[in-house]
C-alpha cells in the first residue's frame, strides 16, 4: 500500500511569491489534515478535510493561505503571498475517517524556505 | 483549546538503558494518546498508542501508561539502542480525531 504523497518535496521562494503544495492521501482515506510543523517543534494542524469539505479550518490564516481538497481526494494548500515566517515543514497526512483512534498516516512534507 | 506539555525536551541515553518521557494535557474529553517518532528529515510516523480505557499498552520494548485521572501519560523504551535516537512526539485527540502534539523530545542513544 502505497503512502501519503507530497510533493514538491523542497520549495524555496522569495516572500510575496505564491506557492502550492500537494498532497495524494492513501487510498480510501476520507479524513485529510494539513499541519505545520516549524523547526524543534510538534506539528500544528492547519485544516482538516472529510471528504470534501473543510470540516475545521479554525487555525488556517485565511487572509493568505488557502487549501481545496476536489473530489475528496487528492489536496492542495496554498499560500499566496508568502511571508518570511512561513518558512516550515508543512505536512500532509491521512486517516481512515475521523472517529478517535483511526491511525493518521504523515507525508514525507514539503520544506518551505521564504527568502 | 487542548495544551500539550512535554518532558524533557532532550535526553541522553547510554545503550542499553531506559527511556521516559513524560506528558500532561488539559482536556478531560480527549481519549487517543498516540507516540510519534520522528527521524531527521523524515516523517512522523506512530510508534505506539493507548486509548482511555486502558491504563497500560506494551510492545516489545515500547510501553505507554496512562493516568486518566491525572491526566499525564508516558513513554517508555527498554534496553535501548543506537536507532532509537530519534525525536518522539506525544499527541492528543480533540473532537474530529485532530492531534495536537508535544514539544517533542529530542532522544540521543550512546553507543
Known amino acids: 500500500e502505497a503512502g501519503v504523497v507530497q510533493s514538491p518535496r523542497y520549495k524555496i521562494i522569495e516572500k510575496k511569491q505564491p506557492v502550492a503544495f500537494w498532497c495524494n492521501p492513501i487510498s480510501g482515506h476520507n479524513t485529510l489534515y494539513w499541519y505545520l510543523q516549524n523547526l524543534g517543534q510538534g506539528p500544528e494542524l492547519l485544516i482538516r478535510y472529510e471528504n470534501e469539505e473543510a470540516v475545521d479550518d479554525s487555525q488556517l490564516p485565511k487572509d493568505r493561505f488557502s487549501a481545496e481538497r476536489l473530489k475528496g481526494v487528492d489536496s492542495t494548500l496554498k499560500i499566496q503571498p508568502a511571508e518570511l515566517g512561513d518558512s516550515a515543514v508543512y505536512l500532509c497526512a491521512s486517516s481512515r475517517d475521523s472517529l478517535a483512534g483511526n491511525e493518521q498516516f504523515f507525508g514525507p512534507g514539503t520544506r518551505l524556505t521564504v527568502l | 483549546g487542548e495544551n500539550v506539555e512535554q518532558h524533557p525536551s532532550t535526553l541522553s541515553v547510554q545503550e542499553g538503558d531506559s527511556a521516559v518521557i513524560k506528558c500532561t494535557y488539559s482536556?478531560?474529553?480527549?481519549?487517543?494518546f498516540p507516540w510519534y517518532k520522528q527521524e531527521l528529515g523524515k516523517r512522523p510516523q506512530l510508534i505506539i498508542d493507548?486509548?482511555?480505557?486502558?491504563g497500560e499498552k506494551k510492545d516489545q520494548r515500547i510501553a505507554v501508561t496512562l493516568n486518566k485521572t491525572a491526566k499525564h501519560f508516558s513513554l517508555h523504551i527498554t534496553e535501548t539502542q543506537p536507532e532509537d535516537s530519534a525525536v518522539y512526539f506525544c499527541?492528543?485527540?480533540?473532537?474530529?480525531?485532530?492531534?495536537?502534539f508535544g514539544g517533542g523530545t529530542r532522544l540521543m542513544v550512546k553507543p
Open positions: 482536556d478531560s474529553a480527549s481519549n487517543y
Open positions: 493507548i486509548r482511555s480505557n486502558v
Open positions: 499527541a492528543v485527540n480533540n473532537a474530529g480525531n485532530m492531534l495536537t
